[in-house]
Nanobody, 114 residues
């Protein structure tokens, strides 16, 4: 099992930045991949960014060049640095960890005002 604790969401103006954190309850070396999904009202959940155990990253086209996913192995934490935020980035952001299947965090709200 993996418990995930997210933090860092909030309200920011367009063009601003936020950093999300996702702390895992076990060593992230034992987790195949971690990352972030988001879900806006009335829309399906979409993958935002992923980082594998080996350090490979992948991003949704809509966030490439603006968001950066990283990990701190010593803290068993994954981060999502979000820059140049747009109103369309407004959503609940969910951290996930894939071991044999996906474990999910509780979600953190990100609101970008225009």
């Amino acid at each position: 099992q993996v418990q995930l604790l997210e933090s860092g969401g909030g309200l920011v103006q367009a063009g601003g930045s936020l950093r999300l954190s996702c702390a895992a309850s076990r060593s992230i070396f034992s987790i195949n991949a971690m990352g972030w999904y988001r879900q806006a009202p009335g829309k399906q959940r979409e993958l935002v960014a992923t980082i594998t155990r080996g350090g490979s990253t992948n991003y949704a086209n809509s966030v490439k060049g603006r968001f950066t996913i990283s990990r701190d192995n010593a803290k068993d934490t994954v981060y999502l640095q979000m820059n140049s935020l747009k109103p369309e980035d407004t959503a609940v952001y969910y951290c996930y960890a894939f071991v044999n299947y996906n474990y999910w965090g509780q979600g953190t709200q990100v609101t970008v005002s225009s």
